[in-house]
């Protein structure tokens, strides 16, 4: 199970020192007042379920190895979440349903994700996000995406020399996820594609899938289903050449 690489930094795999050297920078990223105040906020004052915590309060980077060849791209870290935590879809609901359906598929060593030191490996996945800060109401705006764009363009022209297919949680993250596709370098469809559940586009040597996002509006309400979700993970992972 996994990718075809094995971490090492070199042709065909991807850059494992850069992408650490990324993550780090991006926990120290202050680009954008509302979100800094928001994030240190939230950790300050807690919910009264994780009074006992110290809340993580900064950027959250992107979770999985180096030599990806699945990336997910979800919207922004989630206040009692991520923001919590400091790993990606973890700690809340989203994440539960998110990490439940990568080990349905053998992506993830275990189903469950709820905190950063619980063991949880990707296989041959990374889990990213076009806004690294908690937003308020779980809403970036325009502006605060914008400026996040060029943690996530360096990603990925790291992640490029194994990434073969990627899928984006939710129409906020698609109208971020394509500019900076195009950004890092491979040919965007002009005009740029919409959004929509399973759609699929093929990029020069990557295809790219839509899929609703895992909140929880979306799962309650059963827009998204676990077995719609396994259907989008499991057609980019065999896209991925990922073994299931």
């Known amino acids: 199970m996994g990718g075809e690489g094995d971490g090492r930094t070199g042709p065909g795999r991807g850059d494992g020192s850069g992408l650490a050297r990324l993550d780090g920078r991006v926990t120290g990223c202050r680009a954008c007042p509302r979100l800094v105040g928001w994030r240190e906020e939230v950790a300050r004052t807690k919910r009264a379920a994780f009074a006992d915590w110290t809340y993580w309060g900064r950027p959250v980077p992107g ?24 790993r990606m879809f973890t700690g809340d609901r989203s994440g539960d349903v998110l990490y439940q359906a990568l080990y349905d ?9 709820v905190s950063a030191d619980d063991g949880l490996e990707l296989r041959g996945v990374r889990v990213t996000s076009p806004v690294h800060c908690a937003p308020p109401a779980n809403k970036p705006t325009p502006e605060e995406r914008n400026t996040c764009r060029p943690w996530l363009v360096q990603e ?19 109208q971020a996820a394509l500019p900076a596709f195009a950004e890092a370098g491979w040919a965007v469809p002009r005009p740029r594609p919409a959004f929509g559940h399973g759609s699929r586009v093929a990029l020069d040597g990557l ?3 839509g899929c609703f996002h895992v909140s929880q509006r979306n799962t309650f309400t059963g827009r998204l289903t676990p077995e719609m979700l396994r259907e989008v993970l499991g057609t ?3 896209a991925a050449h990922l073994r299931q």
Do not use: C, E, K, Y
């Not at 990925?156 to 698609?174: D, H, K, M, Q, S």
């Open 63 to 86: 979770f999985g190895p180096a030599d990806a060849r699945l990336l997910i791209i979800g919207l922004a870290p989630a206040a009692h979440g991520g923001n919590r935590t400091g």
């Open 156 to 174: 990925l022209r790291l992640l490029r020399p194994t990434l073969r297919a990627a899928v984006v949680l939710g129409a906020f993250g698609w």
């Open 105 to 113: 598929l053998g992506l993830a060593s275990q189903p469950t994700s």
């Open 207 to 209: 295809d790219l899938f």
């Open 236 to 238: 980019a992972a065999r």
